[in-house]
């Protein structure tokens, strides 16, 4: 159509007009074309169209607006065979060197040392003896068949992206309404026992009241009686004395018991598990984008990795254990009532395992070996023993086991939002309140307590690792050692990994998955590794171990993805790390025990700031600086030697605060942890039989 054809080249006579109209032209007039007639296929002047109009009225004429529509005009072939130098040239030849029109000219002056010439004429007659023209013409049509089939595409897409979206929502409003309906049924539950403990409640106090009633008319005629008595024989006095007697000390009996029984009465404790769960999750689902393109085959990378370098000297072992090895201290948990129930809260809980690579054949570094066992442990603690359920709790849907930590669901909602760190600022210094100590030790610790690690679980559960009594030990929300798991060797770190899965380093060179079911901890897997295991972190599917000396990077299956960072320098210059949450920037602390500094990298492993502070002052060799980033980003380190607990900036530059010191009752402090659930502090230390519990504002 015309404007695909439309020349940039001006010309000089305003009488030369792309489209002179048809009709003047005739008659010897040169006039600019303003409409087009697309059933004369005849362009016209404003004039002239008023005369084709009354002649043909169902014709359909277009104006300039859409010239698009127009055909080439002979003046926009003229100016196209034009010299773009030489404007009263014609293009004659071609110039196949430079693949370039030009005149006869240009030819001379500027082409002369070109060897591959040809005229336009003997060009245009080859490629039509080639069939170059036909194929041309077949391409543009292929071509343009392609680009209507994908604009059709891209059209069925945008309806199957809206069927999709509408198709979510009523999978959305679906679960709402069955977690309402469970919702509901969990109410009606909880009024059907509160009704039935009332009425027997009420009975009690019913039956109470008409002994009592019963008793006065007793101690009535019993009083007239007596009265009675005077003048009596003696025996007939001491046969009433008794009586009486016997009267006043069953009365007293009663009378204490409906006193004690009038101190009853009712509260309400809300199941923590509940707002728990739902603190734990920020949506119902989630979102994923499928792509229906077919494409070649490639091999899979790591998902989420911190960084793509590569080290293929690693090389990880998985072996697979299902043991029981600890349940309750005392009580049994109360279970949820699961049975007959559509509620999605049973879904809340359950963990999303990501797929697992799998390792190129023949790659030793990312091969796993996995061995399945299961075998029965008697508790340690009580004379009860539990059998293990041969189901991993990595695979299944749970409910946690039911705890009591406040009185109202008002105070628990309080709880949780004055507890809440301020998410935004993760240089908010954190300042303690008030202190209070744990007793950790158990009667099956053979050693005093060295407490090298702290994490907490989705139901606001804490696990501790014991250095010196090679143990795991759960303590329930009062603190108390409910569980504890033996493992082969010294424990130096640990780490959540999900709602109830924890990694534990260990020095032999292997980390331990353990999982948290019901109060009762169950060995998952390990892993075994060709270097030390110190220090551990997890963050999107990865983990992150220290070696001493580097800093790795694995997926949680164990395949190696790459060594981050490295200080070959001395020992003990990577010993522990952290990472913080998602944000702008995603930062890795590491601390190098050797120098007393505190190194932050980025997510690659380049080194972003080192901080050298008095306050790290790490001296034993067991004894390794921890480390802890809040959700909100906040960066503490425990001093050690120096008793004290300092909070750094998210960069790693600087000291904020003191957070916690030798008068609030830390001395030698080896590991931190913050409960986003409860807003307190944890801090383990160094050969002490005690945790220390500090509030925060």
């Known amino acids: 159509m015309a404007s695909n054809f439309e020349t940039s080249i001006h010309r000089g006579s305003d009488l030369f007009f792309d489209f002179s109209c048809y009709t003047c032209k005739g008659n010897d007039k040169n006039t600019e074309a303003e409409f087009y007639c697309e059933d004369c296929s005849k362009v016209y ?8 109009n009354f002649l043909y009225q169902k014709h359909v004429t277009l104006d300039k607006k859409n010239i698009s529509k127009w055909p080439v005009s002979d003046a926009t072939f003229d100016v196209l065979e034009q010299c773009h130098v030489h404007k009263d ?18 030819h001379v002056y500027n082409h002369k040392k070109c060897s591959h010439f040809v005229l336009i004429a003997d060009k245009v007659k080859n490629l039509h003896q080639k069939g170059d023209f036909k194929q041309l013409s077949a391409t543009l049509d292929t071509l343009q068949e392609q680009l209507i089939l994908k604009n059709d595409n891209f059209e069925q897409s945008l309806k199957s992206l809206e069927q999709a979206y509408n198709t979510i929502l009523e999978e959305i409003n679906a679960l709402r309404k069955a977690i309402n309906d469970s919702l509901d049924q969990l109410v009606r539950n ?16 019913q039956t109470d009241n008409a002994n009592c009633n019963e008793s006065i008319k007793k101690m009535t005629s019993f009083k007239e009686d007596w009265l009675n ?10 046969i009433m004395y008794r009586k009486c007697w016997d009267m006043s000390v069953k009365a007293k009996a009663v009378l204490q018991e409906m006193t004690e029984e009038n101190d009853i009465t009712l509260s309400f404790t809300p199941d923590p598990i509940i707002l728990q769960t739902m603190a734990t999750i920020s949506g119902l689902g989630q979102i994923l984008i499928k792509d229906r393109r077919v494409t070649k085959e490639t091999k899979p990378e790591a998902c989420c990795s911190l960084s793509s370098k590569s080290d293929p000297e690693i090389q990880a072992i998985e072996i697979h254990n299902q043991d029981l090895v600890a349940s309750p201290v005392s009580g049994t948990p109360r279970q949820a009532k699961v049975a007959n129930q559509t509620s999605a809260l049973n879904k809340l809980d359950t963990i999303s395992n990501q797929a697992s690579v799998p390792p190129k054949q023949g790659d030793i570094t990312n091969q796993s070996t996995a061995v399945n066992k299961s075998d029965y442990v008697s508790n340690p603690i009580s004379n009860s023993s539990t059998q293990s359920n041969n189901t991993s709790a990595l695979n299944k849907p749970r409910w946690m086991p039911h705890t009591v930590t406040s009185s109202s669901s008002t105070q628990l909602v309080q709880e949780y939002q004055s507890s809440a760190l301020d998410k935004s600022d993760p240089n908010q210094v954190i300042k303690v309140k008030t202190s209070k100590k744990y007793k950790v030790y158990i009667e099956k610790d053979a050693c005093v307590c060295f407490i090298s690690g702290i994490c907490e679980i989705a139901t606001g559960e804490l696990l501790i690792t014991d250095f010196n009594n090679k143990k795991v030990k759960l303590l329930d929300q009062t603190m108390k050692v409910v569980a504890h798991c033996d493992l082969p060797s010294e424990p130096v770190s640990i780490c959540s990994i999900n709602s109830n899965l924890v990694a534990v380093a260990m020095g032999i060179k292997e980390v331990h998955f353990i999982t948290v079911t019901n109060l009762q901890l169950v060995k998952d897997k390990t892993m075994k590794f060709q270097h030390f295991c110190h220090g551990i972190a997890h963050h999107q599917g990865n983990l992150l171990i220290t070696t001493d000396t580097a800093l790795y990077q694995y997926s949680v299956d164990g395949r190696h993805v790459s060594k981050l960072y490295e200080d070959t320098s001395g020992e003990k210059t990577v010993t522990s790390c952290a990472v913080s949450p998602d944000g702008d920037r995603i930062m890795i602390y590491v601390t190098n025990q050797a120098s007393k500094q505190l190194v932050t990298l980025s997510r690659n492993g380049t080194v972003i700031s080192i901080l050298a502070d008095p306050a790290l002052n790490w001296l034993y060799r067991d004894a390794q600086p921890r480390l802890h980033v809040t959700d909100s980003g906040q960066v503490l380190v425990c001093g050690g030697m120096s008793n004290t607990i300092i909070q750094v900036d998210k960069d790693g530059r600087q000291r904020l605060a003191e957070v916690v010191t030798r008068k609030d009752g830390v001395i030698a402090p080896t590991c931190v942890y913050y409960s986003k659930h409860t807003g307190i502090l944890v801090v383990g230390m160094w050969k002490n039989n005690n945790i220390l519990v500090l509030s925060t504002h």
């Open 190 to 205: 909880t009024i059907k026992e509160l009704d039935t403990l009332l009425a027997k409640l009420r009975t009690s106090i």
């Open 229 to 238: 008595i005077k003048g009596k024989s003696d025996a007939i006095q001491m």
């Open 45 to 52: 002047c404003g004039e002239c169209l008023e005369y084709h």
């Open 89 to 106: 040239r014609k293009l004659e030849t071609f110039c196949e060197d430079h693949s370039e029109l030009m005149c006869t000219v240009c």
